[in-house]
């Protein structure tokens, strides 16, 4: 594939919609569409970004025992959806601090310990350049009800045998089943 231009078709509030013009192995002329959260995408450098958008976090318990799991209404797909606490990294946000707060917003939980970062990971490769984090980590408190008005958020502890029967009933986002079943 041969990168030709990137250009701007539509500027919404948090994405951004792009057309990518691209030749072919064989020599044809295609168009990819796709979106991103960065408004002023000009290049193929700035389209391969190194900066992560937004932090993922999986959470387990301080005994190993339970994984934390957020029950999330997503208007994208009109269903509510299990995933990992996760969201956007603010500007001049650390991973960490955006980890601590994104975690105490959506679950009242504190993060007591990280244990490792990964390397950033893309959130949908097939139509965005959008990149995370992953942050493991262990957290405490009581749960509590999301302090944003804007998400549906029902965040819950799970045993591996609770997780089990979740799998077989239940949607994911793909990132989250992937590793909840390994995990059980």
């Known amino acids: 594939m041969k ?5 701007k078709e539509y500027q919404g509030d948090y994405l951004t919609y792009y057309k990518i013009g691209y030749e072919t192995e064989g020599g044809s002329e295609k168009i990819y569409e796709m979106i991103s959260r960065d408004p002023e995408i000009k290049n193929l450098e700035d389209l391969n970004h190194e900066k992560s958008d937004a932090v993922i976090m ?6 190993g025992e339970k994984i934390l799991l957020n029950l999330e209404y997503r208007m ?14 603010d500007e ?5 601090e955006a980890a601590e707060r994104e975690l105490r917003e959506e679950t009242g939980l504190k993060l007591t310990e990280i244990k490792e970062v990964w390397k950033e990971s893309y959130s949908a490769v097939g139509f965005s350049n959008e990149m995370g984090s992953v942050v493991i980590g262990t957290a405490e408190g009581t749960i509590q009800k999301s302090d944003s008005e804007a998400e549906e958020i029902k965040a819950a502890w799970y045993t591996k045998e609770e997780m089990r029967s979740l799998l077989r009933e239940y949607r994911f986002a793909a990132r989250t089943q992937a590793y909840c079943a390994l995990w059980s």
């Not at 999986?58 to 005994?63: G, P």
């Not at 001049?92 to 960490?96: H, I, K, L, R, S």
């Open 76 to 89: 994208a797909v009109g269903d509510w959806v299990f995933n990992f606490p996760a969201g956007l990294i």
């Open 3 to 7: 990168f030709r231009n990137i250009r």
């Open 92 to 96: 001049g946000e650390t991973v960490y």
């Open 58 to 63: 999986i959470i387990h318990d301080a005994a």
